[in-house]
């Protein structure tokens, strides 16, 4: 049997033979796309070449794709590990062609591979072809359907038909599209197919009916109002799903059953403790036996997701990407926690595994696997923090569910809710605004009476325990219920908590008839690394963004041009064009594909005429400063706190730099001056810049050099070094010529901006002499406020510090004496009310603390037999305080509560609160009504003590 490291080859041997180059694998995380959130198909790092706006230095090419799809559209989240071929990570299979071969090669190849090559029987094989779309003014695609009898031996009856939804391909509502091809096989036996041909079960969603490889024709653009704009040139672009097509060729039924998922599976089987799951094919576990086998199959899928999005560069967190991956990486914890028994950290532990089976392709995992690890595990460790508790939070409250919603019954079950003392303890901490238990055992009857988890609860449980909402209703699914999802999101928009729809990164796509073009010929070659003028450019394009709310965007792309579009996290340059008699400030300089696209203020008046192209020199001799001494920072981080450190992003400015790094902990002030020092040694020691054109990546990398995160490389790459013991570096940036044209580096600060990931930010040159000029300052101005100083400042600072505190605190207990004093003449003026002694008070000047201290001095002065009620009004806030208390006495023979009667009291002033039986507080908003509602609690408490 093959191994799928064997047919992978064999796919790119194929169609290297055929005259395609092999190309890597794009990120998983879209580079200059906010259209998505991560890669989903091949087709995403050519996007720029179908619209026209790139162009590549091949006309055909062929790769395997790493692949993510968990939102969207595109979402197989909710299926995997129930099935057997649903996957969020997988290769697809691609062979391009741009602009060259069409319909006719790409028919005849496809059936090359699979029926010479592979020896797949033709008579399980169906073409599917588009049957036309009147909405779309399209006729079926006779081109393909004919392409199919001709070029390949299919049975004429297996070329099918089918409509838009099946075989039209679109990447989005807007941008490249055309009619495909889909070749689907008939996996079922003989008997089977005797009985049911296979053309009515292709596209029936019968799994042993599906497809393999779909060949899409990209040949117009879809523009925003539903047209179809035919492209310039006709493109191929194939898929072909790697995981389905290798269990076919190994024979197997499952693709958890071939060696890219095997070797996953059997070390998750051997971490479990379970003692009668041997592995994969072994889960023991009688009745439970499906369980752990999904359970086996969510952690193999999911583990690989996480892997290769974090070697990518993508963190857990709580928006955008990041979310995604948290979630997918929670998932697969709680299957392997709460079914196959593994109560510690295990993901990471699989992360070698996948490295093993992957990593010849793939050498990201190779390279970062120390840190996918780390990160892993750190999240691991985080969620099963709170992943124990939140379980048997949901476990307590799903059977009173369950119960509920039983038509026969319901009633019997909702007053066994109410007799559930420690199930309402759980149910009032997702109705924090609702005190009465009995309020709160309805509301939640009231949705479980539909079958569903509320709102409320699955919003605790993401809220407080880290649960993303899809695991709750995966737990809700398994347990036959569903989640109120509407409740649920009303009180994350009430949280107001952070976007993570996939409409965020939805843009129209369809921007390549916007350009207008001025002249022919090559664009946009950069001169900037020899000059920072150039006479003589000429206008390739211009384009203009009508927007509603901004004023227009005026875009121009020239023939040259020395201005730096911004990348690798250089920021672009400013400048202006000269162009006839027009001048013509650069705002901005950006790519758009190939292209450096100058954002200028206007269009020129001759937009035919020469340019003369100046860049803002003082400001790009700002930003090359910062860029290089960010090599520089880089080289000192891993030297001294090691060889883990990774960046992760970056920022180059005029008058700042930020830099982002993979590390755990935080680095301290000693540690930093350390890094400072060495950087700043590096400066002294006025290092020569050697750059290095057109060097093999693969040389590059076998030197040492570093390889940035977010940056997307050719075959041959630009080399900085300053020092190759020191600082080698990818990198298409402007640098200064040596290292002591920087003058001086300094930090701004060091902090954390997600797991795992630190930041710091500095400044250099001129700048940080700048911010030394300002520390310096600023000390003087202290010094200055001694009249004499005989020790060290911070010392002599330290004293004051401390002399001041001891004050504040002597203040504060004098202001307390006072009050407690006023508290006696309260006491001197109580009332009797319904037999026990009520005093009340109004207090000046103090807040909830000191109020509620008061009250607590004011119940121990009163003893039995006693009801304190204080207040507190600010008219210049608009607040109002109360506190109540009542002796344990008085609890024993009234229904008087300290709980109870503050709340009834906090109405009045338009607030609300609570707390314990004998003593409570609650705040308004109705300061002024403060003196009325003390002389109301005269008549509130006699009628409850009468």
């Not at 497809?211 to 040139?233: C, H, K, R, T």
Request: proline content about 3%.
């Amino acid at each position: 049997m093959k191994s799928a490291s064997q047919i992978r080859k064999e796919f790119f041997s194929f169609f290297e033979e055929k005259g395609h180059r092999l190309v890597p694998s794009d990120s998983l995380v879209p580079e200059n796309d906010p259209t998505l959130l991560f890669t989903n198909a091949g087709m995403n790092q050519f996007k720029d070449v179908f619209l026209g706006e790139g162009e590549r230095p091949y006309l055909r090419a062929v790769d395997t794709q790493k692949c993510l799809r968990v939102s969207g559209k595109h979402n197989d989240l909710e299926e995997v590990g129930y099935d057997t071929y649903h996957h969020t990570f997988f290769e697809m299979f691609g062979n391009w062609s741009f602009g060259d071969y069409f319909k006719k090669e790409a028919v005849a190849w496809a059936w090359e591979l699979l029926v010479d090559r592979w020896g797949f029987d033709p008579d399980r094989l169906y073409a599917t072809v588009h049957e036309g779309d009147q909405e779309l003014g399209l006729e079926a695609d006779e081109e393909a359907a004919e392409c199919w009898r001709s070029d390949s031996g299919i049975d004429p009856d297996h070329i099918l038909f089918f409509g838009s939804k099946d075989n039209f391909w679109m990447m989005g509502d807007t941008g490249p599209c055309g009619p495909c091809s889909e070749i689907h096989i008939d996996l079922r036996p003989d008997e089977e197919r005797a009985e049911v041909p296979g053309k009515l079960l292709v596209n029936a969603d019968d799994p042993r009916v599906m497809e393999i490889w779909n060949l899409v024709f990209i040949q117009y653009n879809a523009m925003p109002d539903g047209s179809l704009q035919p492209l310039a040139s006709k493109h191929v672009d194939t898929g072909m799903g790697f995981e389905r097509v290798l269990a076919i060729l190994q024979k197997k039924t499952s693709n958890y059953d071939t060696d890219l998922f095997l070797p996953i599976l059997n070390r998750v089987a051997g971490l479990s403790p379970l003692e009668d799951l041997t592995d994969y094919q072994n889960p023991g576990g009688g009745e439970e036996a499906e369980k752990r086998l999904i359970a086996m199959r969510v952690i193999a899928d999911h583990v690989r997701a996480v892997a290769f999005a974090v070697a990518d560069g993508v963190m857990p967190g709580n928006a955008g990407r990041g979310y995604v991956i948290r979630r997918i990486l929670r998932r697969a914890v709680r299957y392997g926690y709460q079914t196959l028994g593994l109560k510690e950290p295990f993901l990471y532990r699989l992360i070698d595994t996948v490295r093993e089976i992957m990593g010849e392709t793939f050498p990201e995992l190779d390279r970062s696997l120390e840190y996918i690890e780390r990160v892993v595990r750190a999240e691991e460790e985080s969620f099963l923090e709170t992943l124990g508790t939140g379980l048997q939070y949901f476990s307590r409250l799903a059977p009173h569910i369950r119960q509920i919603s039983d038509s026969d019954a319901s009633d019997s079950a909702v007053r066994a809710l109410h007799k559930d003392r420690s199930a309402l303890d759980l149910l009032v901490k997702a109705y924090p605004f609702e005190r009465d238990r009995d309020v709160v055992a309805d509301l939640f009857a009231g949705v479980a009476g539909r079958g569903s988890i509320p709102g409320e609860i699955a919003f605790l449980l993401h809220d407080t325990y880290g649960f993303p909402v899809d695991l709750t209703q995966l737990m809700a699914r398994e347990e036959g219920l569903s989640v109120d999802m509407q409740r649920f999101s009303t009180l994350m928009d009430e949280q107001k908590t952070r976007a993570r729809a996939a409409a965020t990164f939805r843009i129209d796509q369809s921007s390549a008839a916007e350009w207008k073009v001025i002249s022919d010929g090559e664009d946009s070659r950069f001169t900037g690394y020899e000059s920072t003028a150039d006479t003589g450019a000429a206008i390739r394009s211009v384009r203009t963004f009508e927007r509603d709310t901004k004023p227009p965007s005026y875009e121009v792309v020239l023939d040259r041009t020395p201005f730096y579009a911004e990348s690798g996290g250089q920021l672009g340059d400013t400048g202006f064009l000269t162009v006839g008699d027009s001048r013509i400030e650069v705002l901005d300089t950006r790519k758009n594909g190939d292209q450096i696209v100058h954002f200028v203020d206007r269009l020129p008046d001759q937009l035919d005429a020469p340019v003369h192209a100046v860049v803002d020199v003082e400001r790009r001799e700002r930003i090359v400063k910062h860029h290089s001494v960010t090599h520089l920072l880089h080289a000192a981080l891993r030297e001294v706190l090691g060889s883990h450190v990774a960046q992760k992003g970056s920022l180059v400015a005029p008058d700042h730099l930020r830099f982002d790094f993979s590390h755990f902990e935080r680095v301290t002030p000693d540690v930093l001056k350390t890094i400072e020092d060495r950087v700043n040694g590096a400066i002294q020691r006025n290092i020569e810049r050697q750059e290095e054109r057109d060097v093999s990546i693969d040389e590059a990398l076998s030197r040492g050099a570093r390889a940035l995160f977010g940056e997307k490389y050719g075959d041959t790459v630009r080399v900085i070094t300053f020092d190759p013991e020191y600082s080698i570096e990818l990198c298409g940036g402007i640098h200064v010529d040596a290292t002591g044209e920087i003058g001086l580096f300094k930090f701004l600060s060091e902090g954390s901006v997600a797991s795992g990931i630190r930041r710091v930010e500095a400044v250099a040159g001129a700048d940080a002499i700048r911010y030394l000029h300002t520390e310096l300052d600023e000390l003087r101005r202290v010094r200055g406020l001694f009249k004499s100083l005989q020790r060290p400042t911070d010392e002599e600072v330290s004293d004051l510090l401390s002399a001041n505190r001891r004050l504040e605190k002597e203040l504060d207990q004098a202001r307390m004496r006072r009050l407690e004093g006023a508290l006696e003449g309260f006491v001197a003026s109580a009332e009797t009310v319904g037999g026990a002694r009520l005093v009340t008070g109004e207090v000046a000047g103090v807040g909830m603390n000191e109020l509620r201290a008061l009250g607590e001095k004011l119940r121990d002065r009163l003893g039995d037999n006693a009801v304190g009620i204080l207040g507190s009004a600010d008219s210049e806030t608009g607040k109002v305080y109360l506190v109540c208390t009542v002796s344990d006495d008085l609890l024993g023979r009234s229904e008087l509560q300290a709980g109870k009667l503050v709340g009834i009291l906090a109405e009045q002033l338009g607030g609300g609160g609570g707390g314990r039986a004998t003593l409570a507080t609650a705040g308004g908003r109705m300061p002024d009504k403060l003196a009325e509602v003390l002389s109301s609690s005269t008549k509130i408490i006699g009628e409850i003590l009468s």
